[in-house]
């Protein structure tokens, strides 16, 4: 079960900025009453998909991914979330439900915003309401672009895509602990575990990575980038 932590406060908070910059202090204390942050460890749920939409996501610290469960039986991820990423917006205007699941993938900490009082803010400040639609949008095109990317790579573009996602917007260094199981890997890039597998030693084979379980380090860079341009 998360650790919840019912005291906190927007108008301090160093995200402010990102995310609620248009709204002024009295806005800010109003949304104090309707949010909570929750601390989770890696690998919890933080929503089933057909949970009912109460509150608006956003995460302050961590990684979350975003996925659905095939007629298969298999967990098919659509995205992988990070630190200033809002995981609400795709369903909380349109469906009363979640469409997908939501869980850790890192030990994060995520806001708690409940919905009625966010649309309230977004009735009565028109300015927020248009930055809220923009984030809205830049969040789709995020997850399409993702998507598409992926899909018109080959097997070898695609993790050499992967690693570069993690190492140039997720951890902002080219040594980090893939958070990612190869099975999750499998599922966020529609390929076969053993694909995954097979890759990954190829990179290291080659002198591109270096493994030592989940830890990684990417030794050739260029030749990584590369690969992933030619797709």
Known sequence: MPEVIQKTNCTNCLFKSLVFNKLNDSELDFL?????????QKGEIVVNEGDTINDFLYI?????KLFKTGLDGKDHILSVAKP?????????FSNT???YSIAT??????????VPALKKLIENNGVFALDILDKMSLAVDGILDTRISLCSRNLRGRIALLLLYFSDEVYHKDEYILPLARKEIAGLIEMTTENVIRILSEFRHDGLIEMDGSEISLLNKKLIEAISTAG
């Open 32 to 40: 104090d009453q309707f949010k909570i942050e929750k601390i989770y």
């Open 60 to 64: 302050k610290t961590g990684l979350v």
């Open 84 to 92: 200033q990423d809002f995981i609400g917006f795709l369903s909380m």
């Open 97 to 99: 439900n979640y469409q």
């Open 105 to 114: 993938i890192e030990n994060s900490t995520l806001c708690f915003i409940n």
